[in-house]
């Protein structure tokens, strides 16, 4: 069974400045993609960034990246220049991509970020 | 834009009703899911489907089932709500290889 941790239950940053959001996952998949997921107060999810595990480019969303440590099964998302409408509840989210489990989700716990103005 | 409805966003029921919650998309998906969604639990995976009439049991499948009769629409039931179903209740939808869920904007159930 596949697991994803998320180890920081809220986060605050001041507006412009840089926050780094923690992952960590634990699978004995070599096949899957890591995203991020934003839900702000509306609860609408949307997806924010993804990653193929078989990449070892990290991938980039404008102010969005992702530094992915495959070895230590980290996946760490980067939020530069914060801007008020970052604030939001953000998951770290695992899909193994083969087999009869392939489109399904595991979610992480999931990290507050509030940016202050 | 993919769409995908939710068509009850708030809803109050009481203990041992049937509940039925309702999702459409719009945008032709093979696979659609129902999440449940709980305060440090994140998003937790009930059913899913990855095509019409087929059904697949995700993480926490007891007390729920799942109707899929067309392809754009999938159905969370419960058959005799518990208060401890009390939650948000989110619907996902997504092309069957594209990697990567369009979601609902959720129906909040709360069961007295």
């Known amino acids: 069974a596949q697991t994803v941790t998320q180890s920081q239950p809220e986060m605050s940053v001041q507006e412009a400045e840089t926050v780094t959001l923690s992952c960590t996952y634990d699978t004995s998949e070599s096949n899957y993609y890591l995203f991020w997921y934003k839900q702000p107060p509306s609860r609408q999810m949307i997806l924010v960034i993804r990653?193929?595990?078989?990449?070892?480019q990290n991938a980039t969303e404008n102010r969005f990246s992702v530094n992915f440590q495959k070895a230590a099964k980290s996946f760490s998302l980067k939020i530069s220049d914060s801007q008020l409408g970052d604030t939001a509840m953000y998951f770290c989210a695992f899909m193994i991509t083969g087999g009869t489990s392939y489109g399904k989700l595991t979610f992480g716990q999931g990290t507050i970020l509030t940016v202050h103005p | 834009d993919v769409k995908v409805t939710q068509s009850s966003r708030y809803l109050v029921k009481r203990t041992g009703e049937k509940v039925f919650l309702e999702c459409v998309q719009d945008?032709?998906?093979?696979?659609m899911f129902w999440y449940r969604q709980d305060p440090g639990l994140g998003l937790r995976l009930i059913y899913f489907s990855y095509d019409v009439k087929m059904k697949e049991k995700g993480d926490i499948p007891e007390g729920y089932s799942v109707s899929r009769e067309k392809k754009e629409r999938f159905s969370l039931i419960l058959e005799s709500a518990s208060t401890n179903q009390t939650s948000m209740y989110l619907c996902?939808?997504?092309?069957?290889?594209?990697?990567?869920?369009?979601f609902g904007e959720g129906s909040w159930l709360t069961v007295v």
């Open positions: 996902a939808s997504s092309f069957a290889y594209r990697f990567g869920e369009d």
């Open positions: 990653q193929e595990a078989y990449k070892q």
């Open positions: 945008m032709d998906h093979e696979n």
